[in-house]
């Protein structure tokens, strides 16, 4: 696992190797902050990042200059490693060993980015459930936006405030986003990549 982009551009992360998560690939993450980068100044971002396993779409945001940064995941060694690597970079991430759904319901925070990433063999109806409760409890701003990890076989497209999607090999991002009169110029383009 590397950083790919910022201060810390090509550092190398070695996570435990008996972590339970499915990191997302160089490819993938690269794409993905491309998009990005079109749309936000990455040092003015408040990022909530859910089912943050490694804390590899963390440490990215890190790198690039966020300054806030919550990584939310229920599993113990992965929320140790997220702080020993924050502490080691000096990064300034919060770490929170909670399970997503809890936290959703409990936390009044605001974010110009919510990345959620839960495991591929969650089920449809816990996908629809992460995205209803961020729009629900207005966990995003109002020009912010959410991207939701996921396989092909879970389809979230029909879900309000959907806006695009993008597919890199087996992975698929859908974006989010607070619906306004902009977002139709926005959206245009291929809505597929290899």
């Known amino acids: 696992m590397r950083i790919i982009s910022g201060k810390y551009k090509g550092r190398r992360l070695s996570p435990p190797k008996n972590l339970p998560v499915r990191p997302t690939t160089d490819m993938s993450k690269e794409a993905l902050f491309n998009i990005l980068n079109n749309h ?16 590899n779409i963390s440490f990215e945001f ?23 690597t924050t502490d080691e970079f ?31 063999g969650m089920t449809q109806e816990n996908f629809e459930k992460v995205v209803q409760i961020v729009f629900e409890k207005e966990l995003l701003s109002e020009d912010g936006m959410m991207i939701v990890e996921h396989s092909k076989h879970t389809k979230l497209e029909h879900l309000s405030n959907f806006s695009f999607q993008k597919n890199y090999g087996g992975s698929t991002f859908s974006f989010f986003e607070l619906e306004n009169e902009s977002d139709n110029d926005e959206i245009e383009g291929d809505d597929s990549e290899e």
Do not use: M, W
């Open 40 to 55: 936000f100044n990455f040092a003015e971002l408040s990022v909530l990042d859910l089912f943050a396993g490694t804390g």
């Open 90 to 120: 000096e990064f300034n991430i919060t770490a929170i060993k909670s399970d997503v759904f809890k936290f959703l319901e409990k936390t009044k925070g605001n974010y110009d980015i919510v990345f959620a990433d839960p495991p591929y």
């Open 62 to 84: 890190a790198s690039r200059g966020s300054e806030a940064i919550v990584s939310v995941d229920a599993d113990f060694g992965c929320i140790s490693f997220i702080k020993k």
